[in-house]
């Protein structure tokens, strides 16, 4: 029977599945019954799972009870109503790839159908090969187009991207780009400062990617020698050097299609680069010690917080690998760049360290403030080291200035004064005389200790509250040294 529909049977024909963890549904709607039994059998044995009429009323009942990932529609010359088909299943289910079929000759009903959402065509007859071929491309942007708009919806909804915090306009541009990135398998280079996430940023491309299931293999160029990263990245054979008593993969082999993270990039020497552009180049290396050569299957991230553009100036990294892993890059901005998303980074760590130590913390207004304040030259992760810095050292469930670390404490102090000052210049004006209550509670608690000697808990007493609460407020007011405060 299908001699009959296609041009030619004779042609080796070696199923293809397409992934079986996602089983695409096909619906193929054809009056002519020979062409669409044999569509069917086919794309079933593509590994679709195919439903099939010759009725468009029916297909459309079809289509509602359970919507098609991709349509492969005949239309008949000389009728509209499979153009209409086609129009209006782009507007119901927009996620669902349309091929259009058409009588040969009729190479206007294809431009037509394409031009109402159609994404391919076949002409009729076509042989089995150009079916399987037009099926696979529709299956690819179907999945593509899926997972990005997913991938958009859930970003719509959280604090940021996977692991990533942050709803700043610099971020939602990194999202953008990581999701439409993280569905190729293109190299990537990562740019930025150091702790601006630049590995958070690797792991979440690959964890989106389609190849998240693979291994995520790390190798950080800053820290291995020379000699340990080549067998690290390509492997080795038996006896190749002391030690070397077994063959061993290389990362670039063991990622069997999963991503390999190449961390540090810049620090690589240019030996290395060399082999490393070599292996890109051919896809396949040589194991230290072999004379044989290994094919690879990795997608490659790059990350460095070197300027490397600079450095091809210099010549200390080549040009060409430079061109090769910078196929698509993502600069991470800096956290001064992005003030906003400090309180969300904040409340996100606070909430990790709360549910770790089974105690909430949270932050007084002043804490936050000095926080968004300070320029953060290490980035998030000194926003997340001095966090749990704070919890470790806080008495109580909020964190106040005197929990921060001293720099920020004395940038706080700062602040405080400036506020003082500008608030006695302005209150001054308005009501010569009147201070406010937390001025007046924080010079008591001082002249209290002062007169004391420095005895907080005979001061506690002699002010009337607990030595839980002074402490709490010596805090509160960044009081570190009573007997030093001006
Ligand atoms: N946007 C973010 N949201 C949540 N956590 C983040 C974010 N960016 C970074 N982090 C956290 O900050 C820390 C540092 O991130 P990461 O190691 O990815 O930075 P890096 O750029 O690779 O730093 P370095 O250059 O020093 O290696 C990690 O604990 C990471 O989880
Ligand atoms: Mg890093």
């Known amino acids: 029977m299908l001699e009959t529909v296609f041009k030619t049977t004779t042609m080796e024909f070696i199923p293809q599945l397409v992934e079986p963890a996602v089983r695409l549904h096909l619906l193929v709607v054809d009056a002519d019954t020979a062409v669409r039994s044999a569509c069917a059998e086919i794309a079933t044995s593509l590994g679709y799972a195919v439903e099939s009429t010759g009725d468009l009323g029916q297909a459309r009942s079809l289509l509602r009870g359970h919507t098609a990932d991709i349509l492969l529609v005949n239309l008949p010359s000389g009728s509209n109503e499979g153009l209409e088909l086609v129009s209006e299943v782009k507007l119901l289910y927009p996620d669902t790839s349309v091929i259009a079929m058409t009588a040969t000759?009729?190479?206007?009903?294809?431009?037509?159908a394409m031009r109402c959402g159609a994404s391919d065509y076949l002409t009729k007859p076509f042989a089995m090969d150009e079916l399987s071929t037009v099926l696979d491309r529709a299956a690819q942007s179907h999945m593509t187009d899926t997972a990005t708009r997913q991938l958009r919806e859930r970003?719509?909804?959280?604090?940021?991207?996977?692991?990533?915090?942050?709803?700043?306009?610099?971020?939602?541009?990194?999202?953008?780009?990581?999701?439409?990135?993280?569905?190729?398998?293109?190299?990537?280079?990562?740019?930025g400062e150091s702790g601006t996430g630049k590995e958070l940023v690797a792991r979440t491309i690959h964890a989106y990617g389609p190849n998240a299931q693979r291994p995520f293999l790390p190798v950080d160029c800053g820290s291995l020698v020379p000699t340990l990263i080549e067998s690290e990245l390509f492997g080795y054979v038996k006896g190749a050097f002391t030690g070397a008593n077994r063959s061993k993969d290389g990362l670039l082999v063991s990622a069997e299609g999963g991503t390999v993270f190449l961390d540090e990039i810049g620090e690589l020497s240019l030996d290395l680069q060399a082999k490393l552009l070599r292996a890109l180049q051919e896809k396949e290396v040589r194991p230290v010690g072999a004379t044989h050569r290994v094919p690879i299957k990795a997608r490659i991230v790059a990350a460095t917080n070197r300027d490397l553009a600079s450095m091809v100036e210099k010549g200390t990294f080549r040009k060409d690998l430079f061109y090769r892993l910078n196929v698509v890059n993502l600069r991470l901005p800096p956290l001064r760049d992005r003030r906003e998303d400090i309180p969300l980074l904040a409340a996100h760590f606070l909430d990790r360290i709360s549910r770790e130590h089974n105690r909430k913390f949270t932050l007084s207004d002043e804490a936050l403030r000095t926080m968004m304040r300070h320029d953060w030259p290490g980035n998030v992760r000194e926003l997340e080291n001095s966090l749990e810095r704070a919890t470790a050292l806080s008495s109580g469930p909020v964190l106040h200035l005197g929990d921060l670390p001293t720099q920020l404490q004395q940038q706080g102090l700062e602040a405080r004064r400036a506020a003082v000052v500008a608030g006695e210049e302005a209150g001054a004006a308005a009501a010569p005389g009147v201070k406010p209550l937390a001025d007046l509670e924080r010079e008591a608690i001082l002249s209290a200790i002062r007169t004391l000697n420095g005895d907080k808990l005979q001061a506690a007493k002699l002010l009337g509250i607990g030595k839980t609460t002074l402490y709490r407020k010596l805090k509160e007011y960044g009081i570190a040294d009573p007997l030093q405060e001006e």
Not at 105 to 112: P, R
């Open 105 to 112: 000759g009729s190479v206007n009903a294809a431009v037509e």
């Open 155 to 191: 970003l719509r909804l959280s604090e940021g991207l996977g692991s990533m915090i942050g709803r700043s306009p610099e971020m939602e541009k990194i999202y953008r780009i990581l999701s439409k990135v993280a569905q190729t398998t293109h190299p990537v280079l990562i740019l």
